[in-house]
């Protein structure tokens, strides 16, 4: 087992890419928090994986949620190893003026601010520790952005860039800090990033633009996070992996 005994929080673990992160983390021998705003969802993402994963219900927006989580990781666990920033969300696609500032201060505060509340609350138990990994999803988005998507595009540049200036602040504690840029996944987001319904017509479009010819899947991005926060990449910080198959290239 990869990841046996270490201690893991992953926000956004309801659904998606979380789930898949959370349950890869459980079966390689880790013990994992997942936070979710849909704490229902958690729990069953917890009960699913079993004795190695606790579901939390909270918000990555809001501090007190953040730090309870953290919290839990160390009283559960007595240590946290590991956290990958999951969680994240994206206006529809469409024209950039039609983003309403709701929306955009929405789409800054899950992809952006929550990590900014993440770092402030698992940094000074890893310093402790003189340990930890510290994983952003980011995305292609942020690489090699598509129209209709500009304000979500700019909050994956925020996560990609963030990720490698955290890495080299961090280096001297001893914590790793890595990022991965998947490229468009089949996920509960799909239609917003599609901009348009989920047929299989609309979906045959974007995976054009994909060499590998499909869309990501969550159990690409668990397989990077599992890789990422083990002892095969000691020595790997400040990367942003795309998991785009070729779509980056």
């Known amino acids: 087992m990869r990841l046996q005994g270490l201690s893991a929080i992953v926000t956004g673990g309801a659904s998606g890419f979380g789930a898949g992160i959370a349950q890869a983390f459980v079966r390689e021998g880790a013990k994992v928090v997942i936070l979710d705003r849909n704490a229902d969802g958690a729990k069953?993402?917890?009960?699913?994986?079993?004795?190695?994963?606790?579901?939390?219900?909270?918000?990555?927006?809001?501090?007190?949620?953040?730090?309870?989580?953290?919290?839990?990781?160390?009283?559960?666990?007595?240590?946290l190893?590991?956290?990958?920033?999951?969680?994240?969300?994206?206006?529809?696609?469409?024209?950039?003026?039609?983003?309403?500032?709701?929306?955009?201060?929405?789409?800054?505060?899950?992809?952006?601010?929550?990590?900014?509340?993440?770092?402030?609350a698992c940094v000074p138990v890893m310093r402790l520790q003189k340990s930890g990994r510290i994983i952003n999803i980011g995305s292609t988005a942020g690489v090699r952005p598509r129209p209709g998507l500009t304000w979500y595009n700019a909050t994956k540049g925020a996560v990609n860039l963030m990720s490698k200036s955290l890495a080299v602040e961090l280096a001297p504690d001893g914590i790793r800090v890595n990022c991965i840029a998947p490229v468009m996944g089949?996920?509960?987001?799909?239609?917003?990033?599609?901009?348009?319904?989920?047929?299989?017509?609309?979906?045959?479009?974007?995976?054009?633009?994909?060499?590998?010819?499909?869309?990501?899947?969550?159990?690409?991005?668990?397989?990077?996070?599992?890789y990422l926060a083990g002892e095969e990449s000691e020595f790997l910080t400040g990367v942003i992996l795309p998991v785009d198959g070729g779509r980056t290239v």
């Open 186 to 226: 089949e996920t509960g987001l799909l239609e917003s990033f599609m901009g348009v319904p989920d047929t299989a017509e609309n979906r045959a479009r974007f995976i054009a633009t994909i060499p590998l010819g499909r869309m990501s899947r969550p159990s690409d991005i668990a397989n990077a996070c599992v």
């Open 44 to 79: 069953q993402v917890a009960d699913e994986i079993g004795a190695g994963a606790i579901a939390l219900g909270g918000d990555v927006t809001n501090k007190a949620d953040v730090d309870a989580s953290v919290r839990l990781a160390v009283e559960k666990f007595g240590k």
């Open 81 to 120: 190893d590991i956290v990958v920033n999951n969680a994240g969300w994206t206006h529809r696609n469409k024209p950039l003026l039609e983003v309403t500032e709701e929306e955009f201060d929405k789409t800054f505060a899950i992809n952006v601010k929550s990590i900014f509340l993440m770092t402030n």
